[in-house]
């Protein structure tokens, strides 16, 4: 079955820089186009940033815009989201899924301190 494990959340303070990772094993991963949401304490899932099946296009929310850098390698099965310049309001637990499907992995917990 499908199977989406997210890796590299940690607690950082404001202004730092973490590397979330998300592999990918039980489907043809270069097939989909791939997505990061986030759900912050006692709010709903947000849509943070998402990436065609081949890389060659990305978006992103207006609230990480300029800051997160989504990337994917099909080799690797493998989702990134390089998050710098992480501020409070970012703190929430990150997902990956694909793209128009609800499976999420368990995700990772990104906080960041003021």
């Known amino acids: 079955q499908v199977q989406l494990v997210e890796s590299g959340g940690g607690l950082v303070q404001s202004g730092g820089s973490l590397r979330l990772s998300c592999a990918a094993s039980?489907?043809?991963?270069?097939?989909?186009?791939m997505t990061w949401v986030r759900q912050a304490p006692g709010k709903g899932l947000e849509w943070v940033s998402s990436?065609?099946?081949?890389?060659?296009?990305?978006s992103y929310a207006d609230s990480v815009k300029g800051r997160f850098t989504i990337s994917r390698s099909n080799a690797k099965n493998t989702l990134y989201l390089q998050m710098n310049n992480l501020k409070p309001e970012d703190t929430a637990v990150y997902y990956c899924?694909?793209?128009?499907?609800?499976?999420r992995g368990q995700g990772t917990q990104v906080t960041v301190s003021s």
């Open positions: 899924k694909r793209a128009g499907l609800p499976q």
């Open positions: 990436i065609y099946s081949s890389g060659g296009s990305t």
């Open positions: 039980g489907l043809t991963f270069s097939d989909y186009s």
